[in-house]
């Protein structure tokens, strides 16, 4: 089987948790260089994960003849610039959430990229979650009807960091909502296939002291007239959270209990109700059986990793193109825009 030849672009954090973990897995892939800040840093990837090449300047990395592609899991405030490098020295691009600090910088990203003739997607890898893609099959067949509101809650506990990039507007873009919401904003467009053309947001600093909100909620309207809303917090215990993902529709509703996050887990229930029937004044609910509905559980970062090796190699269809994740930055700056103004703002 033909592999791609990745490189790792800050190569911490998540990428060490989660993404090259992945990719170790993944069938179609060799991690060949991985990139952090310092030597030392750097040196000791290389020695975890018997790394070929280790860089602490991502030129190096780039210019690296045994690269093919490169995963950017840099801060935000990096992400254009060494995407437009890794362009110019020809390389497919996969690159963390959010694409750049603004929706404009993301739109040039992408244009920068496409007239290089550099594949580029974006790092939503909650798309390859097996119960997102069961709620998504099951809206598609219609088995809960048209959808009429959604709601996604998702949060961690994040404390004053000296230091943090993500608790600083100039280097994140923003907090909660930036770094968390955006997952479910873009699940919620994903499974229901409908786009977000209202915004109302509300957000705040209840907690710490960073100047980036800890808390956050928005209304978003979809093209079909669905209000969904999605609460986003980086000040919610860990152990008290409750990640949530739910849709409710004309003949049933979908209840995704802890689906989302970086691992693919947590159980899903579906109610399918068909004829509903007429009008009940006494209101007397009768709770139809609900069914549980399986999954095949698996790694959702080796499934986003394969998937993009198989758009380089085969010519296979991107899975989270990169504009998706440029207009999702563009409905949470329209939140904060909402929250700012004290008005609902409209989308194209």
Aim: with cysteine.
């Amino acid at each position: 089987m033909k592999k791609l030849r990745w490189g790792v672009i800050g190569a911490g954090g998540i990428a060490d948790r989660r993404t090259i973990p992945g990719l170790l897995l993944a069938k179609n892939a060799e991690l060949t260089a991985i990139m952090e800040v310092t030597d030392d840093f750097s040196q000791r990837l290389r020695q975890k994960y018997s790394v070929p090449h280790a860089y602490s300047d991502e030129y190096e990395l780039l210019k690296d003849a045994e690269v093919d592609a490169v995963y950017i899991a840099s801060p935000v405030e990096m992400h254009a610039k060494q995407a437009m490098a890794a362009a110019d020295f020809g390389k497919h691009i996969l690159v963390e959430k959010p694409l750049a600090l603004t929706s404009a910088e993301g739109d040039r990203v992408v244009e920068y990229c496409k007239s290089k003739k550099v594949l580029l997607a974006a790092g939503l890898m909650m798309r390859f979650g097996s119960y997102v893609n069961a709620m998504k099959a099951a809206i598609a067949a219609g088995k809960i009807g048209d959808v009429i509101t959604g709601y996604a809650q998702f949060t961690c506990w994040y404390p004053d960091i000296e230091g943090a990039w993500r608790q600083s507007k100039s280097t994140a873009g923003g907090g909660a909502l930036m770094d968390m919401g955006v997952h479910c904003i873009d699940l919620i467009q994903y499974i229901t296939g409908g786009k977000v053309r209202q915004v109302a947001g509300l957000h705040s600093t209840m907690t710490f002291n960073y100047d980036v909100e800890d808390s956050s909620s928005i209304m978003l309207r979809l093209d079909n007239g669905a209000i969904c809303v999605v609460q986003s917090n980086f000040n919610i215990p860990d152990d008290a959270a409750k990640w949530r993902l739910e849709f409710f529709g004309t003949k049933g509703r979908l209840l995704g209990d802890m689906i989302i996050g970086q691992v693919d887990g947590g159980s899903l229930e579906g109610m399918f109700m068909g004829e509903v029937g007429g009008y009940d004044a006494a209101q007397e609910k009768k709770e139809s059986e609900a069914v549980i509905i399986s999954a095949e559980l698996g790694n959702m970062y080796q499934r986003e990793i394969e998937s993009f090796g198989d758009s380089v190699l085969y010519g296979a269809k991107i899975a989270v193109p990169a504009l998706d994740a440029v207009q999702v930055q563009r409905v949470i700056e329209a939140a904060y825009l909402s929250n700012d103004k004290k008005i609902i703002v409209d989308l194209e």
